[in-house]
């Protein structure tokens, strides 16, 4: 039987585990959610005991056999978890899971992990075997297109609403690495205690308890106001904010601008674009500042530097990417550089 991950819950709720399975694939969360479903699923039903096997070239095979075929010292029910990271364990570990699904001990549970497995792994006897008698089980990673409805789906598990602008920051902000989106979810739901979460309070949680707001500083960079937009990133620099998390927001604005500017220049009606991209009369004016100052290939220009600050970010020089970051800031404050 073959599952998706989000099929699990009910696989599990329907009944009885199966005697075996087989999780694989390269996207570290959901492979180790799987496995922390069936070994909670398995405590339920009675396995209470748990031999961990971690295989590697010099692991010994007869072993998995010989936890098998023991009684557990206590009468009780057991998983047998082997931990591969290569999904082939060649001809002899093979066998060795064969010889477990052949014997069909009640009284134990197999899961076995490993990486993605490729076509010519589907086709051996063992893999083809656990597809009969067990669940395999395929994890993949989320693209960037769904990862904004994934986040919305792991709020709704915990009573928590969250707007798509919301999910769709956090998207940006961890770049596809699901670990680091659940810990931000988790960070989320125990900072509010409210049902719904706006983006306003993903940046508030983001910018902590500093005293010059990035969203501020930002608008003023629209505005021209380039003194000031220098004070504030020198406030949040001295008051311990991270600068990921500045660029972060920034890029989620910027975006935004960037997007809106082509749809404006290829015709679009100018207040269906503010309605669209939810630009409230507050905030038009930044808006038309900036895009008066700055034609549309300027724009683009400091769009693709922005991948040069990342990088900076991602560095070990921070001190050369809070200096690139300002550049960035006060050029689309109206200053002249050489960026544009």
């Known amino acids: 039987m073959r599952l998706k991950p989000e099929q699990l819950v009910s696989h ?35 396995f209470d005991e748990r031999n961990v096997f971690n295989i590697d070239k010099s692991f010994d095979w007869q072993s998995i056999n010989q936890a098998n075929a023991n009684l557990s010292l206590f009468a009780s029910r057991r998983i047998l978890e082997l931990r591969m990271q290569s999904p082939k364990p060649g001809k002899e570990g093979a066998a060795a899971i064969l010889d477990v699904l052949e014997a069909n001990n009640p009284d134990n549970l197999l899961i076995i992990s490993a990486d993605k497995m490729d076509k010519s792994v589907q086709n051996t006897k063992w893999v083809k075997a656990i597809d009969k008698y067990g669940v395999i089980i395929q994890v993949w990673p ?15 598990e915990q009573n928590k609403k969250i707007n798509g602008d919301a999910a769709r920051f956090i998207a940006q902000r961890v770049e596809g690495n699901l670990l680091a989106a659940r810990q931000e979810i988790d960070k989320q739901v125990l900072l509010y205690e409210k049902e719904s979460i706006e983006l306003e309070d993903i940046m508030s949680a983001i910018t902590d308890s500093a005293r010059y707001d990035v969203f501020n500083m930002i608008e ?20 311990g904010a991270e600068p990921m998390a500045l660029f972060g927001a920034f890029m989620w604005e910027f975006r935004r601008t960037c997007s ?12 269906q674009l503010y309605r669209n991209y939810r630009i409230w009369d507050s905030k038009k004016r930044a808006i038309d500042r900036v895009l008066t100052r700055h034609k549309l290939k300027q724009l683009d220009k400091l769009l693709a530097y922005c991948a040069t600050v990342d990088r900076n970010l991602k560095s070990s020089d921070k001190q050369l990417a809070w200096s690139k970051l300002e550049l960035l800031l006060l050029t689309l404050a109206g200053i002249e550089t050489n960026l544009i």
Not at 220 to 239: D, F, N, Q, V
Request: hydrophobic fraction near 40%.
């Open 12 to 46: 599990i709720q329907r009944g009885d585990l199966a005697p075996v399975y087989f999780i694989s694939g390269d996207e570290p969360l959901q492979r180790l959610e799987s496995i922390d479903r069936l070994r909670n699923a398995a405590r339920n039903q009675g």
């Open 142 to 156: 989320i693209g960037s297109a769904q990862l904004p409805d994934w986040i919305q789906a792991r709020f709704r």
């Open 220 to 239: 003023s960079a629209y505005l021209g106001a380039a003194e000031r937009t220098k004070l504030m990133l020198t406030g949040l620099r001295k008051e």
């Open 260 to 271: 809106f500017a082509h749809e404006k220049n290829n015709g679009a009606n100018i207040e």
